[in-house]
């Protein structure tokens, strides 16, 4: 029977009433006394050296403040790199500088050039078209094959090449690899592009920076995924405030998908900015600029190959990418390709050998970091859709050749450094064809067909390593962070608690989830829990969201802090009730004792703990409060399989989604509702990528889809009804609630299903197409079908 | 957006006067020209709304049996009153945008505008009808001038258009997957004296009426009697949403699910 309230329990959105509401407080929303606006111009120009800028007219103009450009931050760090990657080599990676306002040259179009301060944000905006910039033009590097060439103009002239890193994995298993595919039966090749998305977060980001002369205290209001790693990068690494005089503060934050996890120039300007002039500075990004500075996600081109033996097994498996880095690194960017890409190769499947290959590359266009899934999806499509390749080359079913490759033993270690817990991809597969109702497809493709419509069916399957992740892992592989979570469980004289947790909530429905758990484990009412996030003021020091990390980690520590908080009420209850603390048990927030009909309240031992009349002095401290910092042993290992069904009309190339389901392995689940919602928004932006999405730059590096006018976003009519199951379940065997995380799988998972779906129905129809690159527009899908 | 005076007349006569000033500009739905302003693409010194000018406003007959409607109609409007005398403009007036567009955008606006992928001009053409303005009438086939070009002179304002209803009809608009405008629409209108076909989104010079289907059709007003037909590539609009190939043949498959739709 469903719960109606605690673990497993729909409980409803409590944050949504707000954001319904209008009453959400977004970073917009802050307004400090007496602030100014920024606005900053920005280059035009994918590439240029800066001859001159001249400010004295636009300094001159109404309610302007001041003027910075490049040189005001000459004293100042850049933006730091918070992951290096070590080459093939053994070297490094190439690191360049990343100035928060352009130093010398202009490398993509958005770079920012100048920063005009002023009383409003038109004043602001018309002083900065009064600059007047000199740029030399110089040839633009868009394609990353050429950038790489010997002759390719240079992104950033102080490094020997536009390559970022050349990077094998695992470098010792390439020979192997080699003389698998020399043996092989048959192997099966594809090249495919990954291509560049833009995250587009409903609310753009936004920068408040506030400083007290008074504290010598700098607040910086942000729309941001993790506030303190923002402080610990812009404090430590660029502006050199210490931590006990820099706040950050990200409230309500309208959807993040990634791309509000790093830290951008705009948040480092606007403090700095603040500091200077002893005045708050506020810029808020137009739809416009955000296309132009938001890191973009994605874009890799690939070629992969599988290598079978006789009997259909996969046995070796070598694939060469290259990965955009952009202009500048962006915070996480050099991890994406590599450790949270290469490491997702083995897929569901007990291929035994595997090589990886990327070369990340510089070029002039936006910095690419991490995008829901941030790596894995890269890793899935190309994985998922090669298989069906060879499932087609061998004339075997598609889902029987996945099933008799699947790992069926756990915990299973892979070839590529991580160990799966658990999983079982064979229940999720039944699951799917349950759900899908497969068994029915070829009665529905016959009445599409009786209307003139080319119906297809997509299968694949995911894997994705969540919860990131083990600190001393991450850390020899390059992270510059920590990867832990904090929560402090506060509970209050009357029992009410509140929980202070380092992970950060913009849409993931925390506030909800988090009070779930809390109050299932001392059996209380969801309502008297309260979270409190996105304040490092608030909250102890803490890692934020992103990478479905959220309950797997976050929940973690909530839930050590939470055993805490028993243990101690506990003691209490035994003072109070006079009996061992041994024998109390705690049932529906009631502690009792073993055996008898002895028992106080919940509220009874919170009120002892703060007003300790009756209380064990002598042996603990008053008080009902406690924080735990969990550091998780591994990733976890949500799995999946998806199934989509298109139909494509024949004469214009247009594809529908009519069908798709979608089986997960969550693990144990908080809200069975919530963790629904996620997967229908990550179904929603995965197949936005695989029919809609997409950014493209001409070759003069000029952004061509720069606004929704040419950038595809999926709409509610671009979507079916989804059927989504996650009642297959193996908890995972190393984190305290068993969960694995949610909130990335349908993106990950969705695209190879929507392809492989179109792939099938043009063959069907007898069109001998392969392969089509995303999105599958209808101008492409007709492209392909006249055989271009 | 750059500051500038507003005006708000409530007769033709005050607009055409206000419009006079040097760079003053029609407003009328601003949906286009609000997004063009906020971009800072254009500086007029004066908008001069027709929003408050009750003759330009509404649907209504004429002797001539023609459906009579104000420049600064909005779309929401056309599509609710004239579903039952002219169904196929009132489809293609409730296909445009979404509700925000279509309470405030207008059919005036739109024609002043002409963009290439904007959906009102094929009607206009297609059905022949007359774009009235402050000055004089002008038949459809002679105002459409190009992409954005139309015969207006300046400060001139459409105040009315008139279509005659053809005996059939039907617009079929293939969406642009981002902007929803017109990758290619095709309106098909037959009359007592033949056919007229109209296109928009497809070429470079702006909706055009094409001549060889109309003979077709007129002789036949049939899908198949378009068999065999088709529009060169050249001079149809290329870009990341579809080569000139694609919307040339978008054009004859679009006109022959026009004709199998009209009613
Ligand atoms: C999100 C969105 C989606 C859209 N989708 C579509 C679509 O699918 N199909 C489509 O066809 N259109 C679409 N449009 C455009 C919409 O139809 C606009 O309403 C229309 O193009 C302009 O009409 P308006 O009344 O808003 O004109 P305004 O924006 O006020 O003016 C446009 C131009 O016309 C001039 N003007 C206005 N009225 C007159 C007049 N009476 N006489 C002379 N000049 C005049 C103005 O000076 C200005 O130059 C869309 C717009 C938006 C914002």
Known sequence: MPKDSGIGASSKRREDVRFLTGAGNYTDDINVHGQAYVHFLRSDVAHGRIVSIDTSDAAAMPGVVRIFTGDDFAGVGGLPCGWQVTDRFGQPMQEPAHPVLAQGKVRHVGDPIAAVVADSPEQARDAAEAIAVEIEELPAVVDMKAALSADAPKVHDDLTSNLCYDWGFVEENKDAVAAAFEKAAHVTTLELVNQRLVANPMEPRVAVGDYSRATDESTLYTTSQNPHVIRLLMGAFVLGIPEHKL????????????????????????????????????????RSEAFMSDAHGRDHVTKIELALDADNNFTALRTETYANMGAYLSTFAPSVPTWLHGTLMAGNYKTPLIYVNVKAVFTNTVPVDAYRGAGRPEATYQLERVIDKAARELGVDPIALRRQNFITQFPYATPVAVEYDTGDYHATMDK????????????????????????????????????IAPSNLVGQLGARAGLYESATVRVNATGSISVMTGSHSHGQGHETAFPQVVADMLGIDESMVEIVHGDTARTPMGMGTYGSRSLAVGGSAMVKATNKIIAKAKKIAAHLLEASEADIELKDGQFSVAGTDKSVAWGDVTLAAYVPHNYPLEDMEPGLEETAFYDPSNFTYPSGAYACEVEVDPDTGRVTVERFAAADDFGNIVNPMIVSGQVHGGLAQGIGQALLEGAAYDENGQLLTGSYMDYAMPRASDLPFYTVDHSCSTPCTHNPLGVKGCGEAGAIGSPPAVVNAVVDALRRQGHDITHIDMPLSPSRVWAAMQGE | MYAFDFEKPSTIAEAVAALKDEDAQALSGGQTLLPTLKQRLASPSKLVSLGGIAEMQGICHNDAGQICIGAATPHARVAAEVAGDYPALAALAGGIGDPAVRNRGTIGGSLANNDPSACYPSAALASGAVIVTNARQIAADEYFQGMFA??????????????????????????????????????????????????????????????EAEAALSANFAADALDGLSLPADGMIADLHGSAAYRAHLVAVLTKRAVANAS
């Open chain 1, 247 to 286: 706040r950050v503060v990200a409230p309500d934050v309208g959807g993040g998908f990634g791309t509000k996890i790093f830290h951008y120039a705009e948040e480092a300007f606007c403090t700095f900015a603040a500091r200077q002039l002893a005045r708050a500075v506020k810029w808020t990004s137009s």
């Open chain 1, 432 to 467: 799917l064809e349950e759900i899908a109702d497969l068994a029915g497809f070829e009665a529905r493709l016959a009445e599409s067909k009786a209307r003139g419509k080319l119906r297809g069916l997509g299968v694949n399957c995911y894997i994705e390593a969540c919860g």
């Open chain 2, 150 to 211: 139309t015969a207006l002179d300046e400060g001139e304002i459409i105040t009315e258009v008139r279509f005659p209803v053809p005996q059939s009809a039907a617009y079929v608009k293939f969406e642009q997957p981002a902007s929803r405008f017109a990758l290619v629409g095709v309106f098909v209108a037959r009359f007592a004296d033949g056919v007229r076909v109209a296109v928009t989104g497809a070429s470079e010079n702006g909706v055009f009426r094409w001549a």
